[in-house]
């Protein structure tokens, strides 16, 4: 990143089972979490400007990102806009028009890909974005998105909500400060269903170091919280 005071704060927030799953095999996404951990999630979500996920959290999901009573109400306290801002990254556009995150809720949505993406994908995502930004010729450039996020829309605080594909991108690039993971007591299995984190995964020099700052227990259900160490 060519500026480093541009770089908002990065926290990642997921929620995985027993054995590290974030899905199951048939693809429901992290639906296996109890109510405390759907609470958690909109009250992390108070805290920031923006919210970041990959192309694949929007098929299986299909998030609004949308707030309303008093989540909406604690943002506005916090100084922040009643709507994060909404954000998806797709290396080649495959974000279907009809998300709904693109449905009109005062905050703007924004698409970042690359060179990859279609002619015509990128004119569709046109109409329906409130900005596309090429990223990157083949892959997505990380570094670059968190910056026009700061400089452009004026991020202070990112949330990452995955997948396991962009939280491995996020650490590479050593972007993401901060991690809230909730441990469902459920085992889901299968060599090939989702992880936390993806990608071609880390050499044992290059591992990424945690440092546990809070933990409570909530049923049988535990709610950790971590920063990443320098």
């Known amino acids: 990143m060519s500026n480093q005071s541009h770089k908002p704060h990065v926290f990642l927030n997921m929620a ?7 899905s199951t095999r048939d693809g429901t996404g992290p639906r296996f979490t109890g109510s405390a951990d759907k609470v958690r999630l909109r009250e992390i979500r108070t805290r920031a400007d923006a919210i970041l996920v990959g192309a694949g959290t929007i098929f299986a999901d299909d998030p609004t990102f949308t707030e309303d009573g008093i989540y909406k109400d604690e943002r506005v306290k916090r100084g922040l806009s009643p709507q994060p801002i909404k954000v998806v990254v797709s290396g080649t556009g495959s974000v279907p028009e009809s998300a709904l995150m693109f449905q ?11 060179k990859r993406i279609p002619a015509n994908r990128l004119k569709i995502l046109d109409s329906v974005a409130d900005d596309v930004h090429i990223v990157g010729d083949e892959a997505v450039d990380f570094p670059q998105i968190v910056e026009i996020l700061a400089r452009t829309y004026g991020v202070k605080n990112l949330l990452i909500e995955g997948g396991g594909q962009v939280n491995f991108a996020m650490f590479r690039e050593h972007l993401i400060d901060e991690i809230y993971l909730t441990l469902s ?11 936390p984190v993806g990608g071609a995964g880390f050499n044992f020099i290059d591992l990424i170091e945690l440092e546990l700052l809070d933990h409570h227990v909530v049923g049988s259900e535990i709610f950790l919280h971590y920063r990443v160490c320098s």
Do not use: W
């Open 16 to 22: 995985m089972s027993l054995d590290g799953k974030i």
């Open 104 to 114: 009109p809720n005062g905050a703007p949505a924004l698409v970042f890909t690359t």
């Open 185 to 195: 007591p459920r085992i889901i299995g299968g060599r090939d269903v989702p992880t």
